[in-house]
Structure formats: C-alpha cells, structure tokens
DNA sequence: CAGCCATCTTGACACTGTCAAGTTCGCCAC
DNA sequence: GTGGCGAACTTGACAGTGTCAAGATGGCTG
C-alpha cells in the first residue's frame, strides 16, 4: 500500500500532531512513539526526519515561535505610532503567554535559546521578537526626536523587555489577571 | 544488616542527592533509580517516602526555594535603609539564577508554583521570595514618606518583581552579563 | 527495465516509573 | 525475654520510553 510507506508530509505532519499533543496534554506527554502512532506510522519513522527527539522538539519550538512572532506583528500591524506599537506589542507579548502558559516553559526553559541563538549578548541577538522589539524602539526614538546614547538604548531595551517578559512569566505561574493599565506603566518604563 | 534496612535518614539523602544530580546533569538526567542507587538503596525504596517521582521533586524545589529565600535575605541583611536593601535583593535575584540557570526552569517551570500555593492573585500568595519584597516596599514607602493607594502599590510590586524576574530569566537564557547600573535603574522602577 | 536511495517497518535493547508481594528489623506490650 | 506490629526496605514484574540495526518498500533517475 501506498498509504503506510511515503506518508508524503510526514515531517509537518509529525510538527503538527506534535504542538497538538503539547496543548492537550502537555510536553511531559509527549513521546516519540505517541506522536508516529497518531500520523499513522510506525515508532521510527520520525528518525528518517529528525535525529533525535530533541530536534523534533526544536522544530516544533520553531514552528510555535514563528506563531509568536506573528501575533506580535499583527499588534502592531493596526497602530499608528511607534509609541503605540510598542504598548500593543507588550500586551500581545503578555497575553500570548496567558492563553498558553505551557508555551512559556516550552520556549524559554532549559537553554532552548542558548542553544539555538548561541547569543553573547543581548543586543547582538537574532531573536524575531527582540528585533521587532529594537525596530520599534527605535522608531519611537525618531518619531519623539529623542537621542540616547548607545548604552542608554541596550539598557531602555533590556528594561523593557525585562518588564514585558517578567510580566508574562508570572502571568504564567499565577494565572494572575493583569488588571493594569498598560497604557500608562509601559510607556513610562520605555521613556 | 542494618546498613541496608532503615537507612537513617533516607529521605533528607535522597532530597540532597537530587539536588547535586540536577545541578551536575540536570533536571533531565534525574531518574528515581538513579537517586537511589546513588543513596545505596534498592529502586523503589523513595516510595517509602514520596508517593510519586514528583513528590520528590516537590520537596527538592522546596529545598531550593529555601536556599533561594535564603540569599535574598542575607542581601537585606547588611544594608542600612529599605532602598538599599531593595536594590540588594534585585541584584541577589538575578545573581542566583545567573549562577544556577537551571534551577530558573526547575523553579518556575510547569505549574509548580501554582500547583504549590494556589494562589489567585499576586498579592494574596505567600511565595517567600514575593513577601520580602512587599515588606522591604512598604519599609521603603514609610521611609520615605509615601503615601500610594492601594492599586497603586500594588502595581509598583508587580512592576519591580517583574523587572527583577524577567532579568533574571534573560540572563539565565542568554548568559548575558547584565553589565547595568542598579543603583539607579532599580531605584527608578520602584518610586 | 534496473537499480538507487529516501522512506518506512520490525525486532531488539536498555532504561524509566510504578506496583505487588515478600523480607528485615526496631520497638512496644505482655 | 517473647511475640508481633508496622515502618523501611527488597525483589520481581510490567508497560512505556528513546534509540539503533537490519530489512522491506516503492518512487525516481539512468
């Protein structure tokens, strides 16, 4: 039969069923074996596509990542200024975390980003939401006529994605509903 | 022989062991037989003690969070006005997941804290490490003779934990040296 | 048509958490 | 002391895991 052997997508396929059991069940329950039984395969045909079961976990990681990246955008797709870019920004950030608290652990445990960015410092780092995170601080430095030092940015930078992160990360472990006004603490924190 | 049977004080050993297990291999590499083999005791001798792998783990937790708890004491301890001591504790907070990145997962990872205490908003939890920081704030507060309302203040705890804490989770994920002058930053989050 | 080779399967191994049943031994009532 | 109770520990067993080696399949390229 053509159906058991050259699924056709197996890899995506394997990626997919993969975030599914993530969400239903939690990484903890997520095996290898769990996985190739759901697409239909048998328990080591994800080793024709991935090396290890780490590396399908990084894929995966990739993929949820990307969906990160996305809704970060789409908040800041509908402002009008960088000042607003960046509020939105913060509160997608916070609220992506507080719809999947498991992603948190999933994508900033262990040394994920270590390993994959091999990063020495922050501000030398390709991570997608960073940079979105620069762009717009930088074009809300334009757009106020503010000039800063270099220091001063990487510092503004780090403070603020300290803040934003630190929220999400408690917003996480104590399910805590973030009654504030993020129209007035955020931007104070980045001017 | 009694070497075998009634180890004395297998619990504490097998808490202790895990300990320097997850610090030398990580949390990964932490099996049930493992820690007992390494305590000289047959495989399922922790479940004369813990119901589960993660009652064990649990109590470990505990173990760090009092050491945790501890650091950020002995930060306070030598400083002479609320605001110093508030800047000791960001900086011991962050100093202790630079030097254990592990424990940073280890701690916060999965629901441990919720699962652990419950809690439903921030500002009813009893996490140690969150109880310094309310009192040495309202220390600060009386020192310097603020006066906040109650949304206020609580907005400045949660705004300063999350600084402190989204810091901390950078440096552990990037190993970024946190080349900052707390001394006026900190300061300027918190008043 | 021949055969390469990525893709997938089956068999096997060591390791894991967990339980049931049995063993050992300190301790307390008699 | 002696009996035995019960906590602490052991051994045997089972299902589940990641991983590898060896073989099977079948689409593609010559």
Redesign the interface.
């Known amino acids: 039969m053509a159906d058991n052997y050259h699924h056709g997508n197996l890899r995506q396929a394997l990626i997919d069923t993969g975030i599914r059991i993530i969400n239903e069940k939690g990484e903890?329950n997520l095996s290898l074996r769990g996985v190739a039984a759901e697409c239909g395969v048998s328990r080591s045909a994800p080793y024709s596509h991935f090396k290890d079961k780490e590396e399908l976990l990084e894929a995966i990681k990739g993929s949820v990542n990307d969906k990160f990246t996305d809704e970060l955008k789409n908040a800041c797709a509908g402002t009008k200024s960088a000042d607003e870019a960046l509020i939105a920004m913060g509160r997608a950030y916070i609220d992506f975390f507080r719809r999947n608290?498991d992603y948190y652990?999933f994508l900033?445990?262990?040394?994920?980003?270590?390993a994959h960015l091999a990063?020495?410092?922050?501000h030398e780092?390709d991570y997608p939401p960073f940079l979105l995170l620069r762009e717009m601080y930088k074009k809300h430095l334009k757009e106020n006529n503010l000039k800063k030092s270099y220091k001063e940015q990487e510092?503004d930078l780090?403070?603020t994605?300290?803040?934003?992160?630190?929220?999400a990360?408690?917003a996480c472990?104590?399910?805590?509903?973030?009654g504030?006004d993020w129209d007035d603490?955020d931007n104070g924190?980045v001017t």
């Open positions: 903890d608290p652990t900033f445990g262990r040394q994920n980003i270590v990063m020495d410092k922050i780092e510092l780090l403070k994605w300290a803040v934003v992160h630190g929220m990360s408690i472990m104590t399910g805590v509903e973030t504030i603490p924190v």
